[in-house]
Each structure stands twice: as C-alpha cells, then as structure tokens.
C-alpha cells in the first residue's frame, strides 16, 4: 500500500476487495475508492463497514468492470483467475489509467513485466510495468498454492 503513494482525492479502484484490506488503508490514505466486489455477501459487508467512508461498492465481475471515465488509479489483489482479463480491460484503448499496483501470481506478474504477455507490445508504448514487492504464499490467510508478487505499471 506504501508503495502505491496514494494522494488524498485520488479515485482507486480495489478490484476483489473482499472484506477491505486494501480498502481501508486506501480510505486511510484519503482516495475515493471503488470497491469491486463479485460475491454478494462480501459485497454487503463492505457496504456497512464503510457506510461513512468515500467508498461507492461494485458488485461486478472484475473481466466484466466498467472504467471510470475519469483518470483513475488501482491498488489491489483481483481473484488469480481473473488477473489477464483485468489487466487487458485496464490497458484497451480509452482507458484513462494512470497507475496500477496489482498483487498477482508471481509468474504471471514476471511474464506481464518482461513483455511476454500476447499483445504487449501496445501496452508497453503508454506504460512502464515493472515487479515491486514480493509475497510469499505464508503473507496470505489461507496460504494459496503459488508465490505473489506486485505488478507495478505506471503511465508514462
């Protein structure tokens, strides 16, 4: 999150919010959040914990998102398996993405910053992507099978 240099006013999106770990101390941070959640129950509870906070909650699949119109940024740890689908839906066309730190499975990020992702050569002509922050699975409650790790991508 410290990494991210979130600045108060500052719309982020936390795709696969959960229950709000990164939501809060985005909160904290002083952004406008957007908190991208699929499940309805988990939905739910992000409404009430943060009923007086800058948080509108969006139940929506993150592949399916629709983006803010506005330059935006995003903080966040999506679902392993949508990760590819979000991170083309951030990059098409028109977006008005300005930054992302993303927590993705390691060799995912590792392909996504070394260019080895399909169509990545027109990503890379707007964006700087890079890894930050390792994760070991023992940083996750319950563990997952794989290593993480934060796929940094800054406008350039």
Do not use: C
């Not at 406008?32 to 800058?54: N, Y």
């Not at 998102?65 to 098409?92: D, E, G, H």
């Not at 390691?106 to 169509?119: E, I, M």
């Not at 890379?124 to 023992?138: A, E, T």
């Amino acid at each position: 999150m410290d990494a991210a240099g979130v600045r108060p006013g500052e719309l982020v999106l936390d795709v696969g919010a959960g229950l709000g770990a990164l939501t809060a101390p985005l909160v904290r941070a002083g952004a406008q959040v957007v908190a991208v959640e699929l499940h309805p129950g988990r939905a739910d509870r992000l409404r009430r914990r943060f009923a007086d906070a800058p948080v509108t909650v969006v139940r929506a699949d993150a592949a399916d998102l629709r983006l803010p119109s506005r330059p935006f940024r995003v903080v966040s740890s999506p679902p392993y398996n949508v990760s590819t689908a979000l991170l083309k839906r951030l990059l098409a066309p028109g977006s008005r993405l300005v930054s992302a730190d993303l927590v993705l499975q390691r060799a995912v990020a590792n392909r996504w910053s070394r260019g080895d992702a399909p169509g990545a050569n027109r990503w890379y002509y707007h964006y700087d992507l890079s890894i930050g922050l390792r994760l070991p699975r023992k940083a996750f409650t319950p563990p997952p099978h794989v290593d993480s790790a934060v796929l940094v991508l800054r406008k350039r």
